[in-house]
């Protein structure tokens, strides 16, 4: 890496945090001050009796008397020294909550993630490799399918056949409460159940997953799958096929080792993008499969009012979604500095 | 190309075990042994678990296993019963409350229940300056039900004392539900800020980890002072599971053993399913129509009669409830004291009104807004539903209406500030007392902006009179009297139009027995065992 | 004519032919799809007189979906056509807009891309009514990221053509190129842009209203019916079924149309 290149990428990240602070303030204000729009008074609402004196008193307590400006500027200042207050509702901690259930989130989106990606890319390579019709016309299937049918419609469906029919699957939550859950270590209840060597407790958890795994794994399949044939049928990776074939390298070893990685670096973007789709279905395959996750604590929370919670989880969320983002993208372009160009170099 | 099928049989195998992970365990298998845990499924997650700071019923029958108080209510009754006090005494003005506690019980920290001990759930509610008296509680339960409780002290080793300000009749009912519950006063040391989410009670089950919007976990406690209802499970798990459908299906599938909240389109079919056993009775609930009064086109009596008289509450019962729930006549639950025994105050007669309401033009002029909370409560399980109903109904009479739905917490807002024309919304009673509905609605103390809870601003001289009368009286003869002649007024001057009152469900497998449905709608699985084989 | 009508992919007639049907709804339904005028058919599957059954309200199934449809492809093309106005806007700021301004749009646009319509949905109902518009507003807005890119995409590649150049050359004036130069070269790309909104504003509207933020839970709007009915996934699963298929077919078909468009 010369000079230059190292030049320019400082220039790449410094523009990405310039960016990133910006989103920071514009997400921050817009809730901030959304939040003082609310019809109502969120702190009256929640009392059975709120006298003035009382709410008086409980606006003192959570500062809520002091001037706009201070008020955002502590909201910051809490936001990022990760004190994110107590929930109006529960009085549980919001920080604590959070810890909860967002590594169930994290858990089923990953784990619709890799199904995606699995899906995907062998469709990709299948339908290119072999030239099969079948699986071409399987691959036009799952890029429309994920595309024009609602993830919570699917999930109903599945509910009905997976959980009512077959009765396979449980129709909900996220794990057997006539077991004892694994000691928490990582919050991922198949992680936790492996470290602790319990089969039952693994499989009682990959058995709750399965539906709406499923469910989500749909879109980024289709994303990955569409991307990943269009850089295959590249007239360059023909070549780069038959340089291949020439070398007397059999088809496993062209597919998998060489042509995936030269076109891998598209897919990795698509991850990246895909993954504030794939939280946005997480809250509806949440809640069509009662799945304790942050989706539906946001969803909750919003309904409710609830300050804390929604100025400091959503803004988390979001802020999270457009991280992924820059390191999807970052990562795409250590993979392959050429075939990747970001939006603002056009 | 072998080695291109390996690798597909690598990458697929994981995956097919996944969908073999399906099969791994049926229902079949986990309902033919009897699992040690008792699994009960509702609709949403307690809030907190202190019962002194909670108004949900989630909350209040997660608590109901894991704390009691002084007194009970005899199973399935309102009839008054001693629980963690032995006995007790009122004094001849009313103004004197003894208990006399039961030995032996400890706490399940190990704490041993003594007067000292009881105190501290008093206290901690009444006295501001009280280490117990959190900052982000607000014990609203205090300064509504117990307001005339003046003192609360020791005598001797185990005997406490009530001192009041004036009489009221429904005290000791008040005391035998959850914000009179006893905590343990070691709790608050033991866990400082998380108290409110760790209950240390004397119950037949005891509190051991909670997994928000997941469930609540609790274990036997295997010295529970009363023997005869001795937990019978090793643990006991409250399972939250949003959906009615879904709860259904778990129920049905073997994955929980019973379940409240019931759809019910759905009770037909599960009655005569041997498989289960249905719980059903009258809840404690009025769900109500409740006029403006401030908003002038309510102002005159007839409108508002003919508005009643347009509704049939029968049919709304019917298809709102899925007839899981009867007509209401009167403000009050059927049965309270009060409720006169023959005649239907307000027939059914959609003629009539339309001839009143043709009397008014103003009122037909321009369309109501009927308004209406989005979520179930147990007066309604399904409010909308009930909404869409009277707007037919209203529309039947020459009426315009258009319905707003809006989530629980703006509704009552908007109630409590009078910013509506038609309100849907109910009340579930606390203690069985008749004073906790009429003063409720029709006090015209509760009328303070914001605060209310007499929605409609009905304010009468003569009803307040009564109603404090009423609350002061020893006498059940001369109470029942003077609730008479409020409900004559509510009659003659219509403030509100109560509509219906639901029953409380549960359904449980029907192996399961021991479970009794609770007038005041809290759950006791205490007793619930499985059936000799 | 004929011959041009022909022409016209058979998935585009079906569109047209479904999105005409549907909005026919809005018009005119077999039976008033608010009304309970049977009640105690409650939940009945299928019979000659109500080809989809009849709800837990005792409403007609069919009118009602058919309603919903058209609630549906208007809301979403309330929604589509909100995102290309707004992308238009951005489109003009950024290309007139100083350099700063320029460089904030892109970044914000690579960003908002991957940002769901739910969070930008949730941060508007914080402090709006649940209502009809608020979601349109969301999806709206939501959409706008991918709009304004493929727009300028657009604009771009006519900005530095041939025929431009060689219009501004004979001296048409901004107005006249506008409308008789460019239009009829980017109508084409315009209209199957407007067809991509279209299906991801209603997709993204419907998952919107099945987690119930459509304010009056009686609207009769896909999602919404999907929301009430989901009550009755067990009892009576053609309940939730149809509406499904209903949306994902006229998705379906937008799709297709516009698959055959490009080629």
């Known amino acids: 890496m010369n000079a230059e290149h190292l030049i320019r990428f400082l220039k790449g990240v410094g523009r990405k945090l310039a960016l990133f602070v910006t989103i920071y303030l514009i997400a921050s204000m817009a809730l901030f001050m959304a939040i003082r729009a609310i019809p109502g008074d969120p702190i009256a609402l929640r009392l059975k009796n709120p006298d003035p004196v009382r709410v008086a008193k409980e606006r003192e307590r959570l500062g809520l008397d002091k001037p706009v400006m201070t008020q955002y500027v502590l909201y910051g200042k809490s936001f990022w020294t990760g004190d994110w207050g107590r929930s109006l509702l529960s009085g549980r901690k919001v920080r604590e909550d959070v810890a909860q259930f967002f590594p169930a989130t994290l858990e089923l989106s990953l784990a619709g993630l890799s199904l995606g990606i699995i899906i995907g890319v062998l469709t990709a390579v299948f339908a290119e490799g072999f030239r099969s019709q079948w699986l071409k016309r399987f691959s036009f299937f799952l890029g429309t399918l994920g595309l024009t049918v609602p993830i919570f419609w699917i999930g109903l469906l599945a509910l009905i056949v997976g959980s009512l029919w077959l009765g396979w699957f449980p129709s909900g939550g996220r794990f057997d409460l006539s077991m004892v859950p694994p000691p928490n270590v990582t919050g991922s209840l198949l992680i936790d159940s492996l470290l602790a060597g319990q089969w039952e407790k693994f499989w009682a958890a990959v058995n709750h997953l399965v539906l709406p795994a499923i469910c989500l794994s749909l879109y980024p399949a289709a994303q990955v799958c569409s991307v990943l044939q269009a850089r295959l049928q590249d007239p360059k990776i023909e070549i780069l096929k038959r340089a291949l074939k020439a070398r007397g390298f059999g088809p496993a070893r062209i597919w998998f080792r060489h042509l995936l990685k030269v076109g891998s670096a598209p897919v990795v973007t698509v991850i990246g993008t895909s993954f504030g789709a794939l939280l946005g279905g997480a809250v509806l395959t949440e809640t069509v499969f009662s799945w304790p996750g942050i989706g539906r604590y946001m969803v909750a929370a919003v309904l409710d009012r609830d300050l804390y919670v929604v100025q400091n989880v959503l803004l988390l969320v979001i802020l999270l979604v457009v991280g992924v983002v820059f390191i999807t993208d970052f990562l795409a372009h250590v993979i392959n500095p050429v075939a990747t160009k970001s939006e603002e170099d056009q | 190309m072998f080695s291109l099928f390996r690798r597909f049989v690598t990458v697929f195998l994981p995956l097919s075990l996944l969908l073999l992970g399906g099969s791994g365990c049926s229902p079949k298998e986990l309902s033919s042994k009897r699992p040690e845990t008792l699994i009960f499924a509702r609709g949403s997650d307690a809030q907190k678990l202190d019962p002194a700071d909670v108004d949900d019923g989630e909350s209040v029958n997660t608590i109901s296993q894991i704390c009691e108080g002084l007194v009970r209510f005899k199973s399935g009754t309102l009839e008054i019963e001693p629980s963690l006090a032995e006995s007790y005494e009122i004094s001849e003005n009313g103004l004197r409350y003894t208990f006399h ?433 | 004519m004929l011959e041009r009508l022909m022409k016209r992919s058979l998935f585009e007639l079906v569109t047209f032919a479904w999105i005409a049907l549907a909005l026919l709804g809005l018009i005119w339904t077999p039976y008033d799809p608010q009304a309970q005028s049977f009640r105690e058919l409650s939940l009945m599957g299928f019979s000659k007189l109500h080809w989809l059954g009849v709800d837990g309200l005792g409403r007609d199934m069919l009118s009602r979906v058919w309603r919903g449809s058209g609630n549906t492809v208007l809301l979403g093309l309330a929604a589509s056509m909100g995102t290309l106005c707004f992308s238009a806007v951005l489109l003009f700021l950024e290309q007139k807009g100083p350099i700063l301004l320029k460089k904030l749009i892109r970044g914000l646009v690579s960003v908002g891309i991957s940002l769901p319509v739910l969070f930008l949905g949730l941060i508007l109902l914080v402090f709006l009514e649940r209502s009809p518009s608020t979601l349109v507003l969301a999806a709206a807005l939501g959409g706008v990221p991918f709009g304004f890119r493929q727009l300028r995409i657009v604009w771009v590649e006519q900005k530095g053509a041939l025929y431009v150049m060689a219009s501004k050359a004979l001296g048409s004036d901004g107005r006249h190129m506008v409308f008789f130069t460019i239009w009829p070269n980017i109508k084409g790309q315009v209209v199957s842009l407007g067809k991509i909104l279209f299906a991801v504003g209603i997709l993204e509207l419907s998952g919107l209203t099945f987690l119930g933020l459509m304010g009056d839970p009686d609207f009769a709007e896909l999602g919404t019916i999907l929301r009430q009915n989901q009550a009755y996934l067990f009892l009576q699963p053609s309940l939730v079924v149809w509406p499904g298929i209903l949306l994902s077919g006229l998705l379906l078909m937008v799709h297709l149309s516009n698959i055959k468009t490009k080629s």
């Open chain 2, 101 to 533: 506690l039961r030995e032996g019980v400890r706490f399940h920290d190990g704490t041993a229940l003594t007067a000292e001990a009881a105190l501290f759930s008093f206290h901690r509610q009444m006295d501001e300056s009280h280490p117990g008296h959190l900052p982000e509680a607000n014990f609203q339960y205090w300064n509504y039900l117990y307001q005339e409780i003046k003192e609360v002290r020791a005598e001797g080793e185990m005997t406490v004392v009530f001192e009041l300000s004036e009489p009221n009749s429904s005290l000791l009912y008040s005391l035998a539900i959850f914000p009179a519950f006893l905590v343990s006063p070691n709790a608050l040391e033991t866990y400082g800020e998380e108290f409110q989410r760790h209950p240390v009670g004397t119950g037949p089950y005891r509190f051991l980890n909670w997994t928000p919007n997941q469930a609540i976990v609790m274990e036997k406690n295997p010295d529970y002072w009363d023997v005869a209802n001795a937990p019978k499970f090793e643990r006991l798990v409250m399972k939250v599971v949003p959906e009615n459908s879904v709860r259904l299906l778990e129920l049905k599938s073997g994955h929980v053993h019973g379940i409240d909240g019931l759809q019910p389109a759905e009770l037909a079919a599960l009655e005569s399913d041997p498989r289960f056993t249905v719980y059903q009775r009258p809840g404690m609930n009025v769900g109500y129509l409740t006029y403006n009064l401030q908003d002038p086109r309510f102002t005159s009596r007839e409108v508002r009669l003919a508005i009643a008289m347009a509704i049939d509450r029968k049919g709304l019962a019917k298809i709102a409830l899925d007839g899981t729930g009867r007509a209401a006549d009167y403000p009050i639950p059927p049965g309270f004291l009060g409720e006169p025994k023959k005649g239907n105050p307000i027939p059914y007669d959609p003629e009539r009104a339309r001839e009143i309401l043709a009397a008014h033009p103003d009122i037909l002029a321009a369309p109501i807004k009927l308004q209406v909370m989005s979520q179930p409560r147990q007066y309604f399980p399904d409010p909308v539903k009930a909404a869409s109903f009277i707007r037919s109904e209203l529309e039947k009479v020459g009426l315009t209406v258009t319905i707003e739905a809006k989530d629980f917490k703006s509704h009552l807002n908007s109630l409590r500030n009078f910013e509506f024309e038609l309100g849907l919304i109910g009340w579930m009673g606390d203690n069985g007392d008749t004073d906790n509905f009429l003063s409720i609605f029709f006090g015209s103390w509760a009328t303070i902006k914001g605060a209310a809870s007499n929605y409609a601003f009905y304010k009468n001289d003569e009803m307040d009179a009564y109603l404090l009368g009423a609350r002061r009286e020893t006498d059940m003869a001369k109470r029942q009297e003077l609730y008479e002649k409020c409900l004559a007024l509510w009659r003659r001057d219509l403030p509100i139009v109560p509509l219906v009152h639901s029953n409380n469900i549960v359904v449980t497998r029907s192996e399961l027995t021991g479970f009794e449905l609770q007038l005041i709608g809290d759950l006791r699985l205490g007793p619930v065992g499985w059936k000799a084989e």
